[in-house]
């Protein structure tokens, strides 16, 4: 091993065993998680098992819950079961947490019941930014991005998609019609057997072309001609690639232009951004004026917020609003290539004071 770095052995023992604080430097953006965590009033901020009972198994406190799900954004570990494993063996959520690992389950349930809590959580956090005089420029960039819903490309329906679909089934019924004639004509047990099937398979079709004459009814009723059957209030909206639309939901972020800062953000089902900029400059409004009654509550963990990147909140879960009817026009349809667009406008906003 002459002329190589080489590595301890992992069999030594030590009369002291190493610190785990050791591992994590005073820059580390964890430090800035637990310092702002262990600043917050949970209980305030609505999370729920704030105050534990008295009774019955306890439970994880609501902090550390919060802490590995900031540091999965952070990280862009978003997935429960991923952040179960890295619970057990990062050495950063080992020490986040205390060498605590819960479940998948329990870090899902977390998430689907704290929801508005973490909300609150990033107004605070928001809060912070603007007593740290990070907001301090007079110009935000707002810009929108398609998010997937949790809802098949096939259970949604248009006016142009059932239109195609009933098109595809009639060819299908016109092309085993002609084949069972064909069977008919030539005969002979394999035939016979053949020919079977094939009415089989027309008489799914006649039942899949009657649900989507059904279906192109509600269709053309509904205020924005479009219907999603799994999330009722996801919308068919096109991407920049040819072909490659989603069903999903379209994100509105404010961002401060010098620190890269989320000052506000919304959701909302329309497919493009060309009517997003007045109703954000009243999202920001409204919020600002509703941090303002809200004060950092510990002064001395500003210097280790000031590390920590903002990405962390980026992502946090929002309900979305329901847009106004729009004609089929607007950019909702997969085939509307204007809506690929992106949109990137700088507003000028005035700086709030601290």
């Not at 079709?205 to 996801?234: C, Y």
């Amino acid at each position: 091993m002459a002329r190589y770095i080489e590595g301890r052995n992992r069999s030594q023992s030590f009369l002291l065993p190493e610190n785990i604080d050791d591992y994590i430097n005073q820059e580390n953006p964890v430090r800035a998680v637990e310092a702002f965590v262990d600043a917050l009033d949970l209980a305030q901020l609505g999370f729920g098992r704030a105050v534990p009972a008295d009774t019955g198994r306890p439970s994880y406190h609501p902090s550390t819950m919060l802490k590995i799900y900031l540091y999965g954004y952070l990280n862009r570990i978003q997935s429960s079961r991923r952040l179960e494993r890295e619970a057990g063996r990062n050495l950063e959520l080992m020490w986040l947490t205390g060498r605590l690992a819960p479940d998948f389950k329990t870090m899902a349930e977390f998430r689907r019941e704290n929801g508005s809590a973490i909300r609150a959580t990033c107004c605070q956090f928001v809060t912070l930014c603007r007593s740290l005089d990070l907001f301090t420029q007079a110009v935000v960039a707002v810009d929108g991005s398609k998010f997937k819903a949790v809802n098949n490309r096939d259970k949604n329906f248009t006016v142009a998609k059932v239109g195609k679909r009933l098109e595809q089934v009639d060819a299908s019924i016109a092309r085993h019609l002609a084949t069972l004639d064909r069977a008919d004509r030539e005969g002979g047990d394999v035939t016979q057997a053949k020919a079977s099937r094939l009415k089989e398979k027309i008489e799914g079709l006649r039942g899949q072309m009657q649900f989507l004459k059904e279906m192109q009814r509600a269709v053309e009723a509904a205020p924005d001609q479009q219907i999603s059957l799994t999330d009722p209030d996801a919308r068919s909206m096109a991407t920049s690639g040819r072909g490659t639309g989603i069903v999903g939901y379209n994100v509105q972020t404010a961002v401060d232009i010098k620190h890269h800062l989320i000052v506000a953000h919304d959701v909302t089902n329309e497919g493009h951004d060309r009517t997003q900029l007045v109703p954000m400059g009243s999202v920001r409004s409204r919020r600002q004026a509703a941090q303002k009654s809200l004060s950092w509550p510990t002064a001395a963990t500003s210097t280790a917020i000031r590390c920590w990147p903002a990405r962390a909140l980026a992502c946090c879960p929002a309900s979305p609003r329901r847009s106004r009817p729009a004609a089929p026009s607007a950019g909702s349809l997969p085939g509307d290539t204007s809506s690929t667009m992106q949109q990137r406008t700088i507003i000028p906003v005035r700086p709030a004071s601290t």
